[in-house]
């Protein structure tokens, strides 16, 4: 029985997968635009993070891109082009910077980040602030430290029963379809190796 339903899924993925690869020809197509410019589709535009859906859970992207708290972060993360790393299936916890832990950078660090030549050490302080997992704040009174996704460590300490992410205090913490966003209120520096 279990061999049959399996046989059964594995025919319908691959008829969903010959059936979508055809739907809809190349997609790659350019098309006049009467400027006599061809639209291409951007390999960047591609992917789990560009598409849309209303009926399922938000996932740690699409609760960033919905709080106007986090704009900055959003705005860092689209610089950096990680949308879809944000999108996939997790768990992921989160720890986001809010515009106000931006602000509070030196003038000038985020505009400098944010520069094309800047993106790998963009995309580096963001995966800083991402690891794998789907631990409460309560949770995370536990750790010593937590690997991240730029393959350095964190310390995570408690004070006064509050719980700081490198030095970072987690003020609010939001379930997301692919795990948790931590809301922090300081943005988390990666040490220099």
Do not use: W
Not at 38 to 60: H, L
Not at 155 to 177: F, L, M, N, Q, R
């Amino acid at each position: 029985m279990k061999s049959t339903i399996k046989l059964r899924m594995m025919g319908l993925f691959a008829l969903l997968t010959i059936t979508s690869s055809c739907k809809n020809g190349p997609q790659n197509e350019t098309r006049d635009t009467g400027q006599n410019e061809p639209t291409v589709a951007s390999e960047y535009t591609k992917g789990q993070a560009f598409i849309e859906d209303d009926e399922s859970t938000p996932n740690v992207l699409q609760i960033a891109l919905q709080s106007d708290d986090h704009t900055t972060l959003v705005a860092a993360v689209q610089a950096a082009q990680l949308e879809n790393v944000l999108v996939n299936a997790g768990p992921l916890m989160v720890f986001a910077p809010t515009n106000a832990a931006f602000d509070a950078l030196p003038e000038g660090t985020v505009e400098d980040l944010l520069k094309p030549e800047n993106k790998e050490s963009l995309a580096n302080i963001l995966k800083y602030h991402v690891t794998p997992g789907n631990y409460s704040k309560d949770f995370l009174k536990n750790f010593k430290k937590l690997g991240q996704a730029n393959d350095q460590n964190v310390a995570v300490e408690t004070k006064d029963g509050e719980v700081y992410i490198g030095g970072a205090k987690i003020i609010a913490s939001i379930p997301a379809g692919n795990g948790i966003v931590h809301v922090v209120d300081k943005v988390i520096l990666p040490p220099t190796q």
